[in-house]
């Protein structure tokens, strides 16, 4: 009786030896991959990108894809400059948003139309305690939604100030 181990070479055998996992390992990291793929991701943040502008009082234009502010106005939108409305209160929120200023830390130097009076302002903000480092908001109202920020242009001087 003969007894023996015969070993074939192959060319793909002379590379290093490749680890072989079993049917198990495998089928353990398929499920941890699939795990992975259904646990909730961070909120992730809207792109923000910068552009140059060709107003010689603009350091720069920022944008971003903003949501809107939400609303607790009803019916047709009425575009109100009344500070004490509510259209007004929600245009502070949007203004707020898109500049990372609070609201309870914001001067509010102008607000006006935008190219469409209906559904678009513009603000100019600062800190209170920085009333030189102003900002130029755009928004647009979204139908149920509020106001949503569209551009902010940082301003080299406040030329709401004077």
């Known amino acids: 009786m003969f007894c023996g181990l015969f070993f074939f070479l192959t060319a793909d055998d002379s590379k290093e030896p490749t680890e072989t996992k079993s049917k198990t390992e495998q089928t353990q990291k398929a499920d941890e991959a699939k795990k992975d793929d259904t646990k909730p991701k961070e909120a ?3 792109k923000e990108t910068t552009e140059k502008s060709d107003d010689p009082n603009v350091s720069q234009v920022i944008k971003k894809d903003w949501k809107p502010v939400g609303t607790e106005q009803k ?5 109100s400059y009344e500070m004490k409305s509510q259209d007004w209160e929600e245009k502070v929120n949007a203004f707020s948003k898109a500049t990372g200023i609070d609201k309870g830390d914001m001067t509010i130097w102008y607000v006006g139309r935008g190219e469409d009076p209906a559904t678009q302002s513009i603000g100019t903000v600062t800190t209170k305690s920085d009333p030189d480092t102003a900002f130029r908001v755009y928004i647009t109202w979204v139908d149920g939604e509020g106001w949503k920020p ?7 001087t406040n030329d709401k100030k004077n």
């Open 44 to 46: 992730e943040k809207p």
């Open 75 to 79: 019916g047709d939108h009425v575009n």
């Open 150 to 156: 569209t551009k902010v242009e940082e301003l080299k």
